[in-house]
């Protein structure tokens, strides 16, 4: 038991890191929300931006490095890429799904509409459903091995595929110049303030990320360990396995 | 040298069984005109309307059946431990998914081709000056689609609920090819407008170059059983 309850302890230096999150949190928030200028055309709105384009930001590396730690798994079959894999596409979801609901109310006040088929909506809108094929298919396979093969070939094409998704939704409305909109209109002429303070939430995001990457993988190697263990005990009594599963 | 036989003998294969029990051609076939049917009342009387739904109509019902052979070609394989036994012969696996694609690529042509006709009577529709680029686009545009179907069908084929896995997983990911092939053959269809149908060709040579590399360097890891 207290092996147990030991092997679930969270490292001091994760629950460091998980900490000083809420701070740096609170600090990017007051960036944004109070020490940041207004914008000339969108006022106080542009405030939503720093956690939107933030969050967006982070969420393509989440996916990015799936891919990579999937391919990691491709090539050394080693449990613990897989286990980082799960990890990043977890958080890859949960930032996409925050990228959508973000843009989403930043959107409606700023363009007047909650959705149009502007490249970089759809391209996050094709990623969730692609991250989302990837969960079920994990799903569906039962042996850890097959599954984290086939989901890192999954990781893998869902990436490749994220490119030509953004270059033909991109053409896709350049081609349409009625509904030519750009969001974000931003780059060139932001006001040092706004791209420090963008560029601090996009840290805290990552760093946001990063801890749960690692605090999920720890978890997952838990679960791992556990799973390899259950299934040596239906190894060494197989009527017990046999009864109980049918 | 011998791996490229093996890719036309698994091509071969799988034709030959096609042209012998007909199953995914009736299936197809039927389908597919059924769907440009109903997409035509969907759209309604405008003439218009009709001729820019053209291409779009044309790429769902090809989309529907390229789903239904890709499936069909591995289900026919997995019925009597044919697939297995394909496995086991001494070919790399990149030749197995090479034929399977080459036969799903050629039965999708074809049905393309006989599809091309049947929409433009349906909506209104005539066939452009530049019709050759127009078979261009169905020649890529349904390569990079079997491309991605013939992939992922060999992923699901041993999964539960395959027949609606398979279209949820590749959907997201075959949209770049829909759009392009659908933005050239419209440009062509209603415009006869080469210039703009020239750019979203080079979007599918692109795709199918990427995945026809990517696809067959990490097939062997979907199959293995």
Redesign the interface.
């Known amino acids: 038991m207290s092996d147990a309850s030991e092997r679930l302890r969270r490292p001091a230096w994760l629950r460091i890191w998980g900490a000083a999150l809420v701070p740096l949190f609170l600090v990017g928030a007051w960036l944004g929300l109070v020490w940041s200028p207004p914008d000339v055309n969108q006022g106080n709105l542009i405030r939503i931006m720093y956690a939107h384009v933030s969050v967006a930001w982070i969420g393509f590396v989440a996916v990015a490095l799936t891919a990579f730690f999937g391919a990691l798994f491709?090539w050394r079959s080693r449990r613990r890429d897989d286990v980082l894999a799960v990890a990043s596409a977890e958080m890859a979801l949960l930032f996409s799904s925050l990228t959508i609901i973000g843009g989403m109310t930043y959107s409606r006040p700023t363009l007047n509409t909650f959705w149009t088929w502007d490249a970089k909506l759809t391209l996050t809108a094709?990623m969730v459903?692609?991250l989302v094929?990837y969960f079920?298919?994990r799903a569906?396979?039962d042996d850890p091995v097959?599954r984290g093969?086939?989901s890192?070939?999954?990781a893998?094409?869902?990436a490749?595929?994220l490119p030509?998704?953004y270059?033909?939704?991109e053409?896709?409305r350049t081609?349409h110049p009625s509904r030519a909109i750009a969001l974000d209109g931003s780059g060139v002429t932001m006001a040092p303030e706004m791209l420090a303070t963008l560029l601090f939430n996009t840290v805290v995001a990552g760093l946001v990320y990063g801890w749960f990457l690692v605090d999920r993988a720890r978890l997952g190697r838990i679960e791992a360990q556990l799973e390899t263990e259950r299934a040596e005990r239906e190894l060494a009594t197989p009527s017990a396995g046999g009864v109980v599963r049918v | 040298m011998n791996d490229l036989l093996a890719v036309l003998w698994i091509a071969r294969k799988d034709l030959l069984h096609e042209t012998r029990s007909k199953a995914t051609t009736v299936a197809t076939l039927f389908f597919s005109a059924l769907t440009l049917v109903v997409l035509a009342f969907a759209i309604g009387q405008d003439e218009r309307l009709l001729q820019d739904a053209a291409s779009g109509a044309l790429w769902v019902a090809l989309a529907f059946a390229g789903v239904i052979s890709a499936a069909q070609s591995y289900q026919a394989d997995l019925e009597d431990g044919a697939f297995d036994q394909l496995l086991t012969t001494p070919v790399p696996r990149a030749a197995v998914y090479l034929g399977k694609l080459l036969a799903n690529w050629l039965f999708m042509l074809v049905l393309g081709v006989m599809l091309l006709p049947v929409t433009l009577v349906l909506y209104g529709a005539s066939l452009p000056a530049s019709w050759p680029w127009l078979i261009a686009t169905l020649a890529l545009g349904t390569l990079g689609f079997a491309l991605i179907a013939v992939f992922y069908a060999g992923l699901t084929a041993n999964l539960r609920a395959r027949e609606s896995l398979l279209p949820v997983l590749m959907f997201p990911v075959v949209v770049p090819i829909l759009l392009a092939a659908v933005r050239a053959s419209g440009a062509l269809i209603a415009a006869d407008d080469l210039e703009l149908a020239a750019g979203w060709l080079r979007l599918l040579v692109g795709f199918d170059l990427v995945y026809a590399v990517l696809c067959t360097a990490i097939y062997h890891f979907v199959v293995e059983e």
């Open positions: 491709l094709l459903a692609l094929g079920i298919v569906l396979i097959r093969r086939v890192a070939v999954v893998i094409v869902v490749t595929s030509f998704n270059l033909a939704a053409w896709f081609l």
